[in-house]
Every structure is written in C-alpha cells, then in structure tokens.
C-alpha cells in the first residue's frame, strides 16, 4: 500500500491566485473547514503579472457607465457565444467585488475627488479599470492573501494535484504530491474548486509562468467534466519580442489607454486603416480625436489600438507578414510620443506604467520614455475550460467547482482586457459560497484505496523508466516540441489541414510523454513535476485542436485562413469537449440557450 | 545573433551538505541568470531545484545569491556580469536550505500572520465607500510596491548573521507594517508589537535592504525610520513619559 498522509476538508480550494484566494474567503466565511493548494508560495500565482486593471461599473469616473454598458462591451468583446448569464453577473456584481477590496486593504488610484480611479482599455465603452498605476493584479492577489490568512484556512504551499478523486459521480478529493519532499497527500472534501488559471505553457510564445500548464483543465476533464469554447485562445497583441529570452512577457494594455500608438516600420499607424464595420461608430478616425479620447474628453471617440485583442493581435501579424515590421519580428508600440502633448511626459510616463518602464529599463535597455517599444502577439489567455452552471460555477461533475481562467463562459470568443481579474473575485466568490453549500448538503464521499494507488503508481512511473537502463527521453524535450507544435500549427492563424496535422503530433507526443523518464529523487525535483504538468498540457493541446477543427469559421480569437468568415452556423453554438466511455476525447456543436428579452433589449441599446 | 558560452557555478546539495557544481553552456543575446539556470536544467541537470514564475520581475520567486550578491535570478542579465571567470549561483543563506537553490522560506509567513491586519474606520460616504487623496497614498502605494522576495531578509545581518528570527522581523515586514500604520484608513494600533515582539530596535539602519530591492522601495528611510519615530515618540519622549506616570496613578 502507497505511504500517504491524509487531510480532511469539508471544501478544497486548488489554485492560490485571485479565483482560488476569493473562493477560499467566501467558502470560510460560510463556517466550513477549507484547504487550499498552490503549486507555488502564497502570493506568486499568475495573477501578479496582470497589470491594467479591474473592470468594474463603478462610474467614477464617466458617470454615464452602468453594468448594462458593461455587459454589451463583455458580449460585443466575446462575439456574442459569451454565456449570457455569467456576463450578466459579472458586469453586476465586479463593482461590489472592487469595493470589497478596498475594505481589505487595497489601495487604488485616486481621482481628484479621492474616489477609486479608472482607465480606459480595450473594448470598454467608458473608462472602466480600477487600477494600482500597471501593477494592479499585485495589488488583488496581496490583499486577498494578507486577508485571507486570518480567516482559518489551511493553506498548503508547492503541492501539485496528481488527480480528482472520485466517489460514484461525484468528486470525494484530490491527490496531491508536496515539492519540497516529493510525498504524496489525499485530501478528502465535500467539494472541490478548480482555480488553477490558464494554459499559455501549451504554445511556445506566451505571457504564462511554468504554471500555466492548464492543470484544471487536464484534472476536470479526467474527472468527467465538459469543456466548452477550447479553441479560443487569447493571443495578446503586445509581448516582447527582444532579446530573445524574454520573449513573449506581457506589455499591458495599459500603454495604450495612457496614449501609446502602434506603428511599422513606414512609421505609420496602421490601425487606423483596419476598424472593423461593428466598432466604426465608437472608434476615432484620427489622431487628435484618439488623443483627447486617452485624455478623458467624454465626447470623443476611443482610439483604433484600442480595439479588442484578436483584432490588433491579426492586424500586427499582418504588418509583420507582409514585411513592415520592427528590426526583431514586430511592430513598435510608442509612448514617448506623448511628448508632444504634455510637458513632464518622462515624469508621467514613468508614474502612469512603473512597472513598463523597469521591465523595458532592465530586460531590453530601452527607456519607454524615450524610444518606441518592439511587440508582436503572444499567448496569453484561455477563454474556453471547464464548463460550469452560471450562477453557482458548478461542473457536471457534482461537487466540482471551478472559477476564473479554467473556466469557461464570460469570455466568449474574445475577452476584454480588465475583465479577467473581475471575472477571478466575482466567480471565485460565487464558487467559494456554492462549494460551501454543497458542502453543508452533501456528507463526504468515499476515496477507494484502488483509485488512490493507481494514481500513485501512475505519477511515479517515469522514475522507473528512468531508473531502467537505455536512454529513455527527458520530459523536456516532448514539453518543448510541443509547444513549438501547438505555435506553429494551431496558433493564430489556423487552417484545416494544419490542424490535422497537429492532432497526428499529438498522437506522437501522448506516447512520448507516456514513455518519457526522470532521473534523480523525488524531492524538489523539477524533471518530475515537468513529466506530469505535462499530460495536462496535452488534454488541453488536444482540446483546443479539436475544437478549432470543428468551428469552420473564424470568430473572435479563433482565426481560420481557410474560412475567413464568421459563420450563421456557428453564431449561436459553442464546441462541448467530453471524455467518452472508451477514454477518447469526443467534440460535439451544442446551441447556445436563447437570451432573455430584457438582455437583448439591453444590446440593442447599445450597439 | 551572437552566441558565446559561460560557466555557472551552482550550489548543489540539500541540508546534510553539498557541493558547487560547474555548468558550461551557450548564452545569448539579452539572456537573464535565470535563463541560464533554465539550459543547464533542461539539458544537464534535469533535477537542478530553482523556484521561478512570472520571470518579469514581478512575482518575487526566483531570488539568490549571484556572485555573492542578493538578487533576482530574472532581472539580472548576463551581460551585467563578469563572464571570464565563473558565475556563481548560491541560495539565500537567511533561511534553512530544502535543496539546490531552493530555500525554506516559511518562517516569512508565519512572521506576516503575527502581524496586526489591516482595519478600517467606518466608510465616509453613506455607500459603503471611502475617500483618500492620491498623495496621501503615494507612500502607502510605494511599501505595496513589495513582491515578497525577501531579498532584503537575506540581506539583514539581524537575520543573517545574528539568527534572531524569534525577535526581529525583519525588513519586509517593517515595511509591511508602514503600510499599514500609513494606510489612511488603518484604526489598528501596531506601535507596542513593533517596539516588543517585533523588535524594531534591533534594525541599526546600515540601509542593506534598501540597497537590493529589486522594487527600489526606499525601505530604511520611508519605512523604519519613521516607525523608529513613532515608537520613540510614545514610549521615549521624555514629557509623554512623565505625562503617563501621572496617569497611571489614580
């Protein structure tokens, strides 16, 4: 029998960033014992390198914002397959969410009347992102911890989840390993929460830490629950793209909103010549116009490099495609420009995006204030993950949760900028209480001794093949051939016939990776937990093939060069990833149900 | 694009003993320490044990000890350094080492638990929210600025050297608890803990945290000191202490 100790829950929170921080909060508050896991330290989780800002309808600052605006920007944003009823929720409930940090601790940008300030972004009509000047997701993951640790829960730190445990249906707990001595833990629970964040490490350019490796994901779907909208992923129009070992690292948005432009080679600005037909009425059609829109003037129209992600990212890949990009394989992103406009701009500058500024200082030696940055498209978020009920963020599975990036609904096929950090504590909130709930309803399952030695067993194998004599290959190699896959064959610009060819790799890579060796022990051993993040990543790989196979069209994020349309067929449908009896991965198209009337009315409103 | 190579001298081993380890390999253009410690594992020592995350700068994971320096693994670029001899690559030495460069920081966040949380006085407006002017967080904004990497409690020969981990807590949570006792809307009282159980007056003020901050937060000048003055100002200041004599006799 495998030697393990044993916890016991009555809800598990995996993932410590602000879903799985919040979640836990909310869960504590309902009176019940809670567990949460982090893959890192507290307080290192991904969303530390969010930087814009929180979107929420507080109207600080344009009083004409309300959550009905915010709403028609989230499904204008996710080309209308958003699920309705999560962005309803959220466009609602993020103002709350906000001040409730404030309560906690946080401390946000002020306007002049001392109130919390807000930014302009991407697709948000009004100025809508509270904000810490570009370092904003420090400011929530640091409040939510130092509250969080006050409030009971056990907090478990550098444990990687093995797999879900099952009783029947539903879900009884996890198995987990702890870094630093490489022993395996069961936690018992009631109900579990999925927050483990996003999937970038899939793709070879990519915003994401080691961790992105979609681990809820790999984990739900083990378990039997349903993904939907797996082939939209985010790529972010602005990551560095120089030196080379930085490439990839996120340039926020935020530069954008304080003013900054992107230009070719030519110097031109070119998204001025790319507004699509549905923005053209709220986008500015020159300069000056754009300019007044980032100085706060009410009745001007908002820039053209403040249109929704998907499109800038393809409009940069079209530059550099057809050969006007920067020196490194870019564009330039310019902020010193604003020079020209107001007199202390280096002084600005540097108070408005200190964290811009440093990381271009230091990592590139460009000073922001002076020069034009070099960007290009990288990966960054994942819309799609596992599917949950709207309102109480519940899977198929009966007691499993899951909140924030893994999973899926607000987004649609595009997320707005700001709206992943209010997405995190409006829905982490909701999972944490419905957890809770299920909790107090539900007794405990059971985790059969079968279920949990398999499990061991499994994670253990590749130091047996290591242990053996021949030269079996490292994890490395098959993670890293992946990604290199997934970016040139599945990445922004698609195509049919790439894309099988992708699932044909995959294939390859599942008998890699089930082949694949470490060497040396199980304490603090990197090639190990490289060899099991790795079947996550290739759930997910598979799922976003496959679902991008079945979309023939192209829509929000997901752009295919052989249907370059949007499509009738495919307009109120989303893709639905399931695991079938045989252990295959099967997709299907499922409708989108039918929006209220008072919803609709609302987008008529604003269009 | 130029490539040369350079060798990375790293500390292998866990607490029972261990030894440097030479790595040679190919560098590039831009390339950050980090980045290095990332070939040699992915090709020579697939076990070599480092914590990382955002590698940006921003999350505080990847500290050490780089030619005997305390830095972030991440932000420092190789062309920074001398390449003709050795680079070497230490964990921290303030805390108990679990293996390779990867140290037991726990100690930080029991210390952080201890401290007083933040309370706020009642909100100002009657919809729950509260008013602050922007320069008036200015400072509040900078001590939040910290990423937790501790560099500065590696760095504090109180923790270094001295090993009073049970007295003092050193300069990340000195700075901790100016942002709260500066936050405007901070009621909570945290000048007794900070002068007994925190140990305030051990910190001699030789600004060896503030010299390697990787946020550059200014941290013996805007924090400590300052909240020398407070302390000093309710339990020193000669006419308070005579004030309180004659209120403690009824």
């Keep these: 029998m495998p030697d393990y100790e044993t916890h016991e829950h009555d809800v598990l929170i995996i993932g410590a960033g602000g879903a799985g921080l919040r979640a836990a909060i909310e869960a504590s508050a309902a009176g019940v014992r809670v567990g949460m896991i982090c893959k890192s330290l507290l307080g290192k989780a991904h969303t530390v390198m969010a930087e814009g800002g929180i979107a929420a309808a507080l109207a600080n600052v344009d009083d004409r914002d309300n959550w009905k605006v915010h709403f028609s920007d989230t499904m204008r944003g996710g080309q209308y397959v958003n699920n309705w009823r999560m962005a309803e929720l959220h466009a609602k409930e993020a103002p709350d969410r906000v001040r409730e940090l404030e309560k906690w601790g946080a401390v946000f940008d002020r306007t002049p009347d001392g109130r919390i300030l807000q930014r302009n972004f991407g697709g948000h009509r009004y100025p809508r992102l509270a904000h810490v000047g570009d370092r904003t997701g420090l400011e929530l993951i640091r409040t939510l911890q130092d509250h969080g640790v006050h409030q009971g829960i056990d907090v478990y730190m550098e444990h990687t989840v093995v797999t879900l445990l099952k009783d029947g249906e539903r879900v009884s707990g996890a198995l987990a390993y702890e870094r630093e001595r490489g022993r395996f833990k069961v936690f018992k629970a009631k109900a579990v929460v999925l927050a483990t964040g996003g999937l970038g490490r899939a793709f070879k350019i990519t915003s994401n830490s080691w961790e992105g490796t979609g681990d809820g994901v790999g984990l739900g779907y083990d378990a039997g629950a349903e993904l939907i909208d797996m082939e939209f992923v985010q790529f972010h129009p602005t990551g560095m793209v120089w030196p080379p070992s930085v490439v990839g690292i996120l340039v926020t948005e935020g530069v954008r909103g304080e003013g900054g432009i992107l230009t070719n080679k030519e110097g031109k600005r070119f998204m001025f010549d790319s507004i699509p037909d549905n923005y053209k009425s709220q986008t500015a059609d020159n300069a000056a116009e754009g300019w007044r829109y980032c100085q706060g003037d009410k009745n001007a129209r908002r820039p053209p490099e403040l249109l929704t992600r998907d499109h800038v990212a393809r409009c940069i890949v079209r530059e550099i495609k057809e050969g006007r990009g920067s020196p490194h394989g870019g564009v330039f992103l310019d902020i010193a420009w604003i020079k020209e406009h107001i007199k202390d701009s280096a002084e600005h500058i540097q108070r408005k995006l200190p964290s811009m500024y440093h990381q271009f200082k230091q990592l590139a030696d460009i000073d922001i204030t002076k020069e034009p940055m070099e960007v290009g498209p990288t990966t960054h978020y994942a819309m799609g993950g596992i599917r949950v009920d709207p309102d109480s963020q519940m899977s198929n599975v009966p007691g499993l949760f899951a909140a924030g990036e893994c999973a899926a609904g607000i987004n649609g096929a595009n997320r707005l900028g700001g709206n992943s950090l209010s997405d995190i504590i409006v829905f982490g909130k909701r999972a944490g209480e419905y957890a809770a709930k299920f909790a107090k309803e539900n007794g405990a399952g059971q985790a059969s001794e079968g279920q949990i030695e398999a499990a061991v067993s499994r994670a253990l194998e590749p130091f047996e093949r290591g242990a053996g004599k021949g030269g079996a290959e490292g994890p490395y190699q098959v993670q890293s051939d992946l990604q290199e896959m997934m970016q040139d064959l599945v990445g922004i610009v698609r195509n049919g016939e790439e894309m099988e060819r992708a699932l044909e790799g995959l294939g390859k890579l599942w008998e890699r990776a089930d082949k694949c060796a470490v060497h040396g022990h199980r304490e603090y051993n990197p090639g190990w937990h490289t060899a099991i993040d790795l079947r996550n990543l290739l759930t997910c790989s598979e799922a976003i093939t496959r679902s991008a196979i079945v979309r023939k069209e192209s829509r929000g994020a997901h752009f295919r060069e052989d249907c370059e349309n949007k499509e009738a067929a495919f307009a109120n449908v989303n893709t639905v990833v399931s695991k079938a009896s045989d252990g295959t991965m099967q997709v299907r198209l499922e409708p989108i149900p039918a929006m209220p009337d008072h919803l609709k009315q609302i987008i008529e409103e604003m269009k | ?250």
Excluded at chain 2, 24 to 35: F, P, Q
Excluded at chain 2, 51 to 66: D, H, L, P, Q, V
Aim: glycine share 4%; charged share 30%; hydrophobic share 35%.
């Design chain 2, 1 to 250: 694009m130029k490539t040369s190579t350079a060798t990375f001298s790293i500390r292998r081993g866990n607490a029972d003993g261990g030894k440097f380890e030479d790595y040679t390999t190919e560098i590039s253009e831009g390339m950050v320490v980090l980045d290095a410690v990332h070939r040699i594992q992915a090709t020579q020592a697939n076990d070599l044990a480092c914590r990382w995350n955002c590698k940006a700068g921003k999350c505080g994971s990847c500290s050490a000890e780089i030619n005997g320096v305390p830095r972030l693994m991440c932000m420092t670029r190789l062309n920074s350094l001398p390449l003709d001899k050795p680079v070497t690559i230490e964990p921290m030495k303030t805390f108990p080492l679990v293996k390779d460069l990867v140290t037991d920081v726990s100690w930080n966040f029991r210390v952080k638990k201890k401290i007083k949380p933040f309370k706020p006085r009642p909100p100002d407006a009657p919809d729950g929210t509260w008013r602050m002017a922007q320069e008036d967080i200015d400072r509040v904004q900078e001590f939040r600025k910290c990423i937790e990497c501790f560099l500065c409690q590696d760095v504090c020969h109180v923790l270094r050297e001295h090993h009073k981990h049970e007295e003092f807590i050193g300069p990340r949570f000195l700075v901790y608890a100016a942002a709260l006792e500066m936050h405007p809307l901070d009621t909570e009282d945290r000048l007794e803990d900070l002068k007994k159980a925190d140990g305030i007056g051990y910190c001699n003020i030789t600004k060896c945290c503030t010299k390697v901050c990787p946020e550059d937060i200014t941290i013996t000048d805007n924090a400590i000191i300052p909240l020398k003055e407070r302390v000093v100002d309710r339990y020193y200041d000669p006419v308070k202490r005579l004030l309180r004599r004659f209120r403690s006799k009824p």
